[in-house]
């Protein structure tokens, strides 16, 4: 499969766009900007950025995007969700801070679980990847919790006892900001899980 010919896109709603699109063209992959129907249908993967995720689930159905990105990820789409993502994707929110949501992964989420902006930290984790263990800079920005994860949602990263990272099937979320750094570990190990049968 040839790196250039896969079509990511970047949910371009609200949040932290330029810099996934910048990580996914490091990886040497072409990023496209996600803001209609007929942009959705034209990409192999799709990242949902870390931002504000009750803006970001309104504008979903603002754009009539809500029920079409659903279906697409519940057909077998990739898709990256950081922070905000991961709790737009995530089957549960816990606490009185609700949001839209599309319950397609089966992972229990509490937002803003590590305080405010002002609590916001870096540190290295290790993650393991395709069964090789590396370290990664994390950037964690009034982060969400990951309470639970399913049965069939595998765990890739932990920061303390808390999982930071993780995938099941054709979903992959992350608690923190990697495209806030330099490192393009995780932005290219979320290209391998796009299927080669999927490039045109």
Known sequence: MKMESIKVGVLDLQGDV?????????????????KTIDDLMAVHALIIPGGESTTIGKLLHWYDLFKPL?????????????????IL???KIEGKEQAHHLGVMDI???RNAYGRQL??????????????????????IRAPRIKSIGQKTQALAQCGSDVVLAREDNMLVSTFHPELTEDITIHQYFLSMIPHDSIA
């Open 108 to 110: 229990v989420v509490e």
């Open 70 to 86: 659903q279906k697409r990820i519940q057909e077998g789409m990739p898709v990256y969700g950081t922070c905000a993502g991961a």
């Open 18 to 34: 330029i810099e996934h699109i910048r990580a996914i063209e490091a990886c040497g992959a072409q990023a496209f900007s996600v």
């Open 89 to 91: 994707l995530s089957s």
């Open 119 to 140: 609590d916001s930290f870096e540190k290295m984790i290790k993650i393991e990847l395709n069964e090789e263990v590396t370290n990664v800079p994390a950037i964690f």
